[in-house]
């Protein structure tokens, strides 16, 4: 079974550029999630998707950030300005039921100079 | 704000021992879950154990869950070089809407 894909895995820009990262959740999974984790920290949850709906995107810094799940199969992550804050790994996780175990992709590196 | 707290925030010990790294969280749950990452295979999910749940095993992984104390404990017994990673608790809330991890626990296995 093919795991969770993401890409890029390394990006490197500079602040108030704009980057988008795309995820491929494991196929058939229902529930989609986007994390971000600062170098030392745990994964902090950005958005959930439940097939192309949103169900939390409470922590998702709206002025900057925005995601979609158009087909309810991949996902787009963007961030537009980017500021050196957001220098973090985003890791994309997919599940097939909301509150059972979660499948992590490799994670996308973003450098923001 | 991170809902479970790791505790240690660093661990070291020698191969063939056991490691024991502690849980707190703040609100009910539903369940609670201990995920592994390391370079090489990313963030892996090690366990899940149920509100319902006092103590669940895998392998080498012994889970304890204590509601009453809002805590719990992953025990590694004999532990390997392998066993090396940075491992984290992540609870559900009742709602079941959102995973929610803790800061993690750096846990190295000197051969």
């Known amino acids: 079974e093919a795991g969770v894909a993401q890409s890029p895995r390394y990006k490197i820009i500079e602040k108030r550029q704009s980057v988008a990262f795309w995820c491929n959740p494991i196929?058939?999974?229902?529930?989609l999630y986007w994390y971000q984790q600062i170098l030392g920290q745990g994964p902090k949850l950005l958005i959930q998707?439940?097939?192309?709906?949103?169900?939390?995107d409470s922590q998702l810094p709206k002025d900057r950030f925005s995601a979609e799940r158009l087909k309810g199969v991949d996902s787009t992550l963007k961030i537009q300005p980017a500021k050196l804050e957001d220098s973090a790994v985003y890791l994309c996780?997919?599940?097939?039921?909301?509150?059972?175990?979660?499948?992590f992709g490799p994670g996308t590196r973003l450098t923001v100079l | 704000s991170q809902q479970g707290e790791e505790d240690p925030q660093a661990l070291s010990i020698q191969e063939g021992e056991n490691a024991t790294m502690n849980c707190s969280y703040k609100?009910?749950?539903?369940?609670l879950q201990w995920y592994r990452q390391n370079s090489g295979r990313g963030l892996v999910h090690l366990i899940l154990?149920?509100?319902?749940?006092r103590e669940k095993h895998s392998g080498r992984l012994r889970v304890t869950l204590d509601t009453s104390k809002k805590s719990s404990s992953l025990l590694i017994t004999a532990s390997r070089a392998a066993d090396t990673a940075s491992y984290f608790c992540?609870?559900?809330?009742?709602?079941?809407?959102?995973?929610?991890f803790g800061g993690g626990t750096r846990l190295m296995v000197k051969p």
């Open positions: 996780a997919s599940s097939s039921q909301g509150v059972g175990e979660q499948f």
């Open positions: 196929s058939g999974h229902a529930t």
């Open positions: 998707f439940q097939n192309n709906g949103v169900v939390d």
């Open positions: 609100t009910s749950i539903n369940n």
């Open positions: 154990i149920r509100s319902n749940e």
């Open positions: 992540a609870t559900h809330n009742n709602a079941g809407n959102m995973l929610t």
